[in-house]
Nanobody, 125 residues
Framework: QVQLAESGGGLVQAGGSLRLSCAAS????????MAWFRQAPGKAREIVAT????????YYVDSVKDRFTISRDNAKNTLYLQMNSLTTEDTAVYYC??????????????????WGKGTLVTVSS
């Protein structure tokens, strides 16, 4: 079993940056595909980014391309999301998720085997 805990959320002005972290416990982090999802008020949860087990392959939803960077440190059992040039549209609760399946499945189904409780990111104008 994997337990996930996000941190790093907060209030930031538009144009600013935040770095989210997701600390994982358990021995399956390095064998899990990882992802960041977000859910804005009144909206459905959406995929933000995925990263392969070794970190060599990443995917980003179009709205965050060239602004967000997903990365992982398997030695530290930690997933990251560097968010730059934030806009008010990025305001949401951000969740990390782990899956034993494929990144494509996570993108298509929003399925994760394990989820964190989320961290709130608020971008002010």
């Amino acid at each position: 079993q994997v337990q996930l805990a996000e941190s790093g959320g907060g209030l930031v002005q538009a144009g600013g940056s935040l770095r989210l972290s997701c600390a994982a416990s358990g021995r399956t982090f390095s064998t899990s595909v990882m992802a960041w999802f977000r859910q804005a008020p009144g909206k459905a949860r959406e995929i933000v980014a995925t990263i392969s087990r070794a970190g060599g392959t990443t995917y980003y939803v179009d709205s965050v391309k060239d602004r967000f960077t997903i990365s992982r440190d398997n030695a530290k059992n930690t997933l990251y999301l560097q968010m730059n040039s934030l806009t008010t549209e990025d305001t949401a609760v951000y969740y990390c998720a782990a899956a034993q399946g494929t990144a494509q499945t996570m993108r298509l189904t929003s399925h994760g085997d394990y989820w964190g409780k989320g961290t709130l990111v608020t971008v002010s104008s």
